[in-house]
C-alpha cells in the first residue's frame, strides 16, 4: 500500500531573504525583486537587471571551514536545507541512517567566477587572451580548489555527512527542472517504503558572468533595464525572464511519523509526473506537449484531483507562456478558465534549479494563507495567454485545498506537482 507522504520543514535562501513569513509577505503584497546589479566581475555588456538573494550570511547556517569548500550557490543549497531540517524537527542522529536520503536538484558545475577571474585578467592585461599566458601566469593565480568548490553534488555531500543519510540518495543535473523532479523523485521513494525522511530541493544562481551572456545572447533575458517593471509573464510585451539565484528545501517523511512525533505539518505530497521532449533537437525548449503531458500525469497520480490554483512556470518568453498557457487549457479543460494561475517568477526571478523548490514553499504558503500571490507587470493581457493570472499587485483570497505548479527546463524537459493543504 502506497504510504502518505507529507512537508514537515521548508528552507528557503531568496531575493526575500531566508524567512518564510517575509517571503510570504513580498509575494503577497507584490513586490518584485529585481534590482540593477553592480557590476559583475567578468562581464561587460549592458547593466544587468536581477534579482539576487539578500539578508544571506552564510556562517549564520554553514559551518565556517566546511564553507571555504562551497561556491556561493552550493552555501544557499545548503543553508536552505539547514533551515528545512531546523523546521522539521527531524531527529536525524535518532534514526536509522539507511531510512534517511535526499534528493537535490543542481544545474551542474556551479563554481565561483571570481576565484578565476585575478587569472582571467593576468592572461587578458594586453587586450587579448593567450591560452600560453594563461598557464604559465594565470594558474599560479587560481584558488586551488576552484573546480571541487561548484561540484554539481556538493549539496548532496554536505548533506548526507552532516545528516547521516545513507539510504537512497539521487543528484539531479537538470537545470530549471531540477528542483521540481527532486521533490517528484523523494515523494515517489517515500511513499513506496524505500526510506522513510528525505531531503528535497534545489539551488541555483543565474547571475554568473557567463550564463548572463549565454542568456542575452540566446534573446531569453529580459532586456527591460527598470527593475520594477521587468519580468512580465503572459504580458503581451514580454521579452524574457528577470534571471535570479537562491535555493528552496522541504524534508519529507511519511504522514504516520509526522502525526506520531507531533509535528507541524505544512502540507501534503499528493502526485507527481514528468515528461522528456518530443520535438527535434533545433526545436528543444518548454513545449505545450510536455507542459500538458507533465501536469496530466501528475494530476492522475494525485488520484484525478483537479487543482483549485496553478503556480505556473511563467518563463516570460513569447513561445513559453503561450504553450503552457495551451497545456493548462488541455489538461485542465473547462475549469481551465477559472482556475487561478500565479507566476512567482514575476516577482522572485528564474532560480532555474532551484525553482520548482522555491516556489513549492510558495504554494504551500499560499493554501496555509488561504490567498494567491499576483502575477506583477501583467498590464497588457496576450490573447495567447487568455487564463485568470491574478494580474494585478495584491494577493487574492482563494479558498483553495489543493495546487499544482509545472516548470520546464532549456532542454526540454518538464515535471509537475499536485500538492495538498495540511491533512
Given at each position: 500500500?502506497?504510504?502518505?507522504v507529507?512537508?514537515?520543514?521548508i528552507?528557503?535562501?531568496t531575493?526575500?531573504?531566508?524567512?518564510?513569513?517575509?517571503?510570504?509577505?513580498?509575494?503577497?503584497?507584490?513586490?518584485?525583486?529585481?534590482?540593477?546589479?553592480?557590476?559583475?566581475?567578468?562581464?561587460?555588456?549592458?547593466?544587468?537587471v536581477?534579482?539576487?538573494?539578500?539578508?544571506?550570511?552564510?556562517?549564520?547556517?554553514?559551518?565556517?571551514?566546511?564553507?571555504?569548500?562551497?561556491?556561493?550557490?552550493?552555501?544557499?543549497g545548503?543553508?536552505?536545507?539547514?533551515?528545512?531540517?531546523?523546521?522539521?524537527?527531524?531527529?536525524?542522529?535518532?534514526?536509522?541512517?539507511?531510512?534517511?536520503?535526499?534528493?537535490?536538484?543542481?544545474?551542474?558545475?556551479?563554481s565561483?567566477?571570481?576565484?578565476?577571474m585575478?587569472?582571467?585578467?593576468?592572461?587578458?592585461?594586453?587586450?587579448?587572451?593567450r591560452?600560453?599566458?594563461?598557464?604559465?601566469?594565470?594558474l599560479?593565480?587560481?584558488?586551488?580548489?576552484?573546480?571541487?568548490?561548484?561540484?554539481a553534488?556538493?549539496?548532496?555531500?554536505?548533506?548526507?555527512?552532516?545528516?547521516?543519510?545513507?539510504?537512497?540518495?539521487?543528484?539531479?543535473?537538470?537545470?530549471?527542472?531540477?528542483?521540481?523532479?527532486?521533490?517528484?523523485?523523494?515523494?515517489?521513494?517515500?511513499?513506496?517504503?524505500?526510506?522513510?525522511?528525505?531531503?528535497?530541493?534545489?539551488?541555483?544562481?543565474?547571475?554568473?558572468?557567463?550564463?548572463?551572456?549565454?542568456?542575452?545572447r540566446?534573446?531569453?533575458?529580459?532586456?527591460?533595464?527598470?527593475?520594477?517593471?521587468?519580468?512580465?509573464?503572459?504580458d503581451?510585451r514580454?521579452?524574457?525572464?528577470?534571471?535570479?539565484?537562491?535555493?528552496?528545501?522541504?524534508?519529507?517523511?511519511t504522514?504516520?511519523?509526522?502525526?506520531?512525533?507531533?509535528?507541524?505539518?505544512?502540507?501534503?505530497?499528493?502526485?507527481?509526473?514528468?515528461?522528456?521532449?518530443?520535438?527535434?533537437?533545433p526545436?528543444?525548449?518548454?513545449?505545450?506537449?510536455?507542459?500538458?503531458?507533465?501536469?496530466?500525469?501528475?494530476?492522475?497520480d494525485a488520484?484525478?484531483?483537479?487543482?483549485?490554483v496553478?503556480?505556473?512556470?511563467?518563463l516570460?518568453?513569447?513561445?513559453?507562456?503561450?504553450?503552457?498557457?495551451?497545456?493548462?487549457?488541455t489538461?485542465?479543460?473547462?475549469?481551465?478558465?477559472?482556475?487561478?494561475?500565479?507566476?512567482?517568477?514575476?516577482?522572485?526571478g528564474?532560480?532555474?534549479?532551484?525553482?520548482?523548490a522555491?516556489?513549492?514553499?510558495?504554494?504551500?504558503?499560499?493554501l496555509?494563507?488561504?490567498?494567491?500571490?499576483p502575477?506583477?507587470?501583467?498590464?497588457?493581457?496576450?490573447?495567447?495567454?487568455?487564463?485568470d493570472?491574478?494580474?494585478?499587485?495584491?494577493?487574492?483570497?482563494?479558498?483553495?485545498?489543493t495546487?499544482a505548479?509545472?516548470?520546464?527546463?532549456?532542454?526540454?524537459?518538464?515535471?509537475?506537482?499536485?500538492?495538498?493543504r495540511?491533512?
Amino acid at each position: 500500500m502506497k504510504r502518505r507522504v507529507v512537508i514537515t520543514g521548508i528552507g528557503v535562501v531568496t531575493a526575500f531573504g531566508c524567512d518564510l513569513e517575509a517571503l510570504w509577505r513580498a509575494l503577497a503584497a507584490g513586490r518584485p525583486a529585481g534590482r540593477t546589479l553592480p557590476t559583475i566581475d567578468g562581464y561587460t555588456g549592458d547593466a544587468v537587471v536581477g534579482a539576487p538573494v539578500t539578508d544571506f550570511s552564510p556562517r549564520a547556517h554553514v559551518d565556517p571551514k566546511a564553507l571555504r569548500l562551497m561556491a556561493p550557490a552550493v552555501a544557499f543549497g545548503v543553508a536552505a536545507a539547514a533551515l528545512a531540517a531546523a523546521d522539521s524537527g527531524v531527529p536525524f542522529d535518532a534514526l536509522d541512517p539507511a531510512r534517511l536520503g535526499a534528493f537535490v536538484g543542481s544545474r551542474g558545475h556551479s563554481s565561483d567566477r571570481q576565484d578565476l577571474m585575478p587569472a582571467v585578467r593576468q592572461t587578458a592585461a594586453g587586450g587579448t587572451f593567450r591560452l600560453d599566458t594563461f598557464g604559465a601566469e594565470g594558474l599560479p593565480l587560481v584558488n586551488p580548489m576552484w573546480l571541487l568548490k561548484g561540484l554539481a553534488n556538493n549539496v548532496l555531500y554536505f548533506l548526507s555527512l552532516k545528516y547521516r543519510l545513507q539510504g537512497t540518495n539521487n543528484n539531479i543535473s537538470m537545470g530549471g527542472v531540477a528542483g521540481t523532479m527532486a521533490i517528484g523523485e523523494a515523494f515517489h521513494t517515500i511513499q513506496r517504503g524505500y526510506v522513510d525522511v528525505a531531503f528535497a530541493g534545489g539551488y541555483d544562481s543565474a547571475l554568473d558572468a557567463d550564463r548572463i551572456e549565454m542568456f542575452r545572447r540566446s534573446g531569453l533575458v529580459t532586456e527591460e533595464t527598470d527593475p520594477a517593471r521587468a519580468g512580465r509573464p503572459f504580458d503581451r510585451r514580454r521579452d524574457g525572464f528577470l534571471p535570479g539565484e537562491g535555493a528552496g528545501f522541504l524534508v519529507l517523511e511519511t504522514l504516520e511519523s509526522a502525526r506520531g512525533r507531533g509535528a507541524r505539518i505544512h502540507g501534503e505530497v499528493l502526485g507527481y509526473g514528468s515528461a522528456g521532449p518530443a520535438s527535434a533537437v533545433p526545436a528543444l525548449g518548454p513545449s505545450a506537449d510536455g507542459f500538458a503531458r507533465a501536469l496530466g500525469a501528475a494530476l492522475d497520480d494525485a488520484g484525478g484531483r483537479v487543482p483549485d490554483v496553478v503556480f505556473a512556470h511563467g518563463l516570460a518568453t513569447r513561445s513559453s507562456d503561450a504553450d503552457e498557457t495551451r497545456a493548462v487549457k488541455t489538461v485542465l479543460g473547462a475549469r481551465a478558465g477559472t482556475t487561478p494561475v500565479s507566476a512567482p517568477k514575476s516577482m522572485l526571478g528564474n532560480t532555474f534549479a532551484a525553482s520548482g523548490a522555491i516556489e513549492a514553499a510558495v504554494a504551500l504558503l499560499s493554501l496555509r494563507h488561504g490567498r494567491v500571490p499576483p502575477t506583477v507587470n501583467l498590464t497588457e493581457p496576450d490573447e495567447a495567454c487568455d487564463l485568470d493570472y491574478v494580474a494585478g499587485t495584491a494577493a487574492r483570497e482563494v479558498a483553495a485545498t489543493t495546487a499544482a505548479l509545472d516548470n520546464a527546463n532549456l532542454g526540454g524537459a518538464h515535471a509537475a506537482l499536485v500538492l495538498g493543504r495540511t491533512p
